[in-house]
Each structure stands twice: as C-alpha cells, then as structure tokens.
C-alpha cells in the first residue's frame, strides 16, 4: 500500500471505483437501519426536501453499484430520475419499522431509502433511514441521520431552500477510501502480519452459538424467515451504575458489555465435559478519531476495521476478570496499531473467512445525539439496528451480534437475528441473560450511586 495523506484530491467524475475494503461489504450486503419514532407535526414537503438536499450533498447516496474497478466494483451516479427520493405512506408503525427491516437494498439500486409512516389518525409517525454499509458505518449513519433533521429543522426557519442537482455530475468530488488514508507501510510487513493471523486463527479456533430452529433438509426445508431484532434498554438510572462500575473497574463500558455477551453465548454451548470453551469477540474500531487529520463522521464512507480475540471461558469464568481482559486486549490493539494492520488484510478475508470468525459481534457507538426537531416535534424513540440480505439456516450456528448505542444518555444493545436461525424466544432469553449480567456488574456501584445522589440532593 503506497502513502497516502488526507490532504489529496478526491476522485471525481461520474463514478468511482471501490477500494477492496469496500467491496469486501457488496457481497455481505450489510445495511445500517435508523428509525425514530415521531409525535406531533411534520411538514412531508420540507422533509423530503431536507432529503433531497442531503443526497445531493453527498454523492454516494445517490449512486449505485456497478461492476468494474480494480476491486471488481465501482461507485457510478444515479440518473436524476432514479435517485432517491422521500418515500411517505400510512399504517402501523410497528408493522412498518418490521416492513423497511427487512427490505433489502439491492446492487444495482440505490445505496439508501428514506421513509415516513404516518399512523392514519393522530400525531405518531415513524421515521426510518436505510444506508448500505458500503458507503457508511455506524458514526457516519448516526450524523447523515441528525444532519437530515436539521436540513429539515433550517427549511421549516426559513433558511433557504434545497439544495438540487446542479448538473455538473461529472465534476463531482468524491470522498476517498479510507484505505487510502492509511499511514504508509511495506507490502512485506503487512504479508507479515497476515501470516500471524491465519497461524492465530488455526490455532484457536472459536465456538459458534448454535440456532435453536432446526436445520432445513430437503424433506423440511427452512421456514421463512424475518429479521427481527431483540432490543435492551436501560434507564438513565442504570446507565449511569454501569458507567460508573466501569469507571471504578478502571475498564471501558464497552469491556463490560463484551464480557455481558460473551459469558450468555457461553451458556448455550451445550455440554460442559470440558468447560472451558474458546470464544471469540469481534470488536469493531472506529477509524475516523485515529486518522491523521481525523476524517469527520460526516464523510459517508465506510471507515471502521475489526478487532478479534479468543477467549477460554467457563461457566465459572469471573465476569469482571473477563471483561478487565477484553478491555486490556483491545486497548493494547489499538495502541499496537492493528487496526491499521487489520484494514489492510481485509482483501484476504474471502480467502481466509476465520480471520473474522467470531463467537459474537460487539458493536459500540458510544454515547450519541439525537435529532434535533422543531418544537412541535419531538422523538420518543431512537434506534440503530444492522441488517443485511442473507442468512444461512443451513449452517446451524453461527455468531451472535449486539449492537450498542447510547442514544441521549441511554443504554440500549439491539440483538438482530433471522426468525429461519434463532427464534424470538431463544434471543430474549440471550437478551436477558446479556441484561442480567450487566445489571450485576452495576450492583456493586449502587450504594455508590446512590450516595453521590442523596448528596446531591441534600
């Protein structure tokens, strides 16, 4: 990989070939899904217009995916009749966030929808914003969702109108790769550093959660499935007891949450003859803070690599020995530069796919904003959910993900899964058990917390 600063030019043009970090995900066909639910007025034409302005802001959200490029794959403008565009419509709510869940966006199409139920009679609407995971992660999701509002929120005060095509798409800037943006590094150091990997994978190897649904065969074949999320949410109460329990543990909440998930995947390996079991954690880092300028999250591209670590864990294994241990080996990743290192050999994971095999997928957006509405709107709920287009029943286990946010304070871990894989029931349970075991880690802050707080009270 050759050096590469921030201050370059972006490509530009009609189109822009994907770097091979970024077609890593065409075939995973991931998707970043945010919702809010809405109460009180919303005005459908400044909405949609704050939606057009934002697309034509950023020229990945009104492209597609083609073939073509080094990588197999390019980046090539939507027609102006084809781009995105606001889609309203009335019903349920619930039926509706499950409806956009599971709608896919296909290659060949466009790479983000925008939507607006209304329910038929009353104020409650529900607001979802589906972005592919090409051209975004979860930080840049989060802002391109907070910047549509306030697009809208300045339209409704009279700050302007929409922005719309100019018609120049030919001159175009496009954002850069992040793999671009990379320090430099010789080609043999990172064959070097894939080759420890591999040799690490095989050496221990992880345990998988197995699914619940029974395996499809051909004379029973998979039911149909849905992608349905389990969600936790903690009180702001709670929230704070965790925090503070991880700050007297000398950890990251993120240690805690990981140590949560882990240790509930260890409950349903079954048979305990030998209980120590390998597990693997799968933690994404978040590239942006750790670039040279740092790349704002405003910039919708992908800019996340990937942390794994095995683990022995035992139903007797301590949860705060654990999570010190999950915490420490991630920070000294960090602080090694591996997810540098780890970016880098993305191209290899289709040839090596355990280099990314995990027992469970710990996300964590950290502590972040909602939108900021008018005052006659408010969001009662906020959610961030991945989702992705297939499934594999056949396989019979496979890794279990979280996804965690803190939307305005708020603790909440989202569980995705398909219905053909791990049933409803069998993932609150996880849920549960994930919420239990944070609630534990918290208990011994709560005298604590509640001294601080009749303190302050006095």
Request: aromatic share 4%; proline share 8%; net charge negative.
């Amino acid at each position: 990989m050759t050096d590469s600063s921030n201050g370059s030019r972006s490509p530009s043009g009609s189109e822009r070939a994907l770097c091979p970090a970024e077609a890593l995900y065409v075939s995973q066909r991931s998707r970043a899904v945010l919702s809010c639910v809405l109460r009180g007025n919303i005005d459908t034409e400044a909405l949609s217009a704050a939606f057009d302005t934002i697309t034509t802001a950023h020229p990945t959200l009104r492209s597609r995916i083609t073939p073509g490029g080094p990588s197999g794959y390019v980046l090539r403008l939507l027609a102006e009749a084809e781009r995105p565009r606001l889609l309203t419509r009335t019903g349920d709510l619930t039926d509706a966030y499950a409806a956009e869940l599971n709608a896919p966006l296909p290659v060949g199409g466009p790479l983000t929808r925008a939507v607006l139920v209304s329910e038929p009679k009353g104020d409650d609407h529900l607001f979802v914003l589906v972005v592919d995971h090409t051209i975004t992660d979860g930080h840049s999701s989060i802002t391109l969702h907070n910047s549509l509002w306030d697009a809208y929120r300045n339209l409704l005060s009279g700050g302007g109108p929409s922005a719309n095509s100019t018609g120049e798409d030919e001159d175009v800037a496009w954002p850069r790769p992040v793999s671009e943006l990379l320090p430099y590094a010789e080609e043999a150091d990172t064959a070097e550093y894939l080759e420890q990997r591999i040799e690490q994978t095989a050496a221990h190897q992880v345990s998988l959660v197995p699914y619940d649904v029974p395996r499809p065969t051909a004379e029973q074949p998979a039911p149909q499935g849905l992608i349905e999320a389990q969600r936790l949410t903690l009180s702001l109460e709670e929230t704070a007891r965790i925090r503070h329990a991880a700050r007297r543990a000398g950890i990251s909440v993120h240690g805690l949450v990981s140590a949560a998930v882990v240790r509930a995947a260890r409950l349903r390996l079954a048979g305990d003859a030998t209980p120590l079991r390998t597990l693997g954690c799968l933690s994404p880092v978040d590239l942006r803070s750790r670039l040279t300028p740092p790349l704002p999250a405003s910039v919708m591209v992908a800019a996340v690599a990937t942390h794994l670590q095995t683990v022995e864990v035992s139903p007797d294994t301590d949860p705060l020995t654990l999570a010190r241990t999950l915490h420490t080996r991630l920070k000294d990743a960090i602080h090694n530069g591996d997810h540098v290192k780890e970016l880098r050999i993305t191209p290899a994971i289709p040839r090596h796919p355990t280099l990314q095999l995990s027992t469970v997928i710990v996300t964590n957006m950290g502590v972040v904003p909602g939108p900021r509405l008018p005052d006659d709107l408010r969001a009662t709920d906020v959610r961030l959910v991945p989702a992705r287009e297939n499934y594999f029943p056949q396989a019979g286990r496979s890794p279990v993900m979280a996804c965690v946010v803190s939307f305005e304070g708020r603790l909440a871990v989202e569980f995705p899964h398909f219905t053909s894989c791990f049933s409803a029931s069998f993932m609150g349970a996880f849920r549960q058990d994930v919420r239990e075991g944070l609630l534990a880690f918290a208990a011994g802050a709560e005298p604590v917390a509640a001294a601080a707080a009749a303190a302050t009270a006095s």
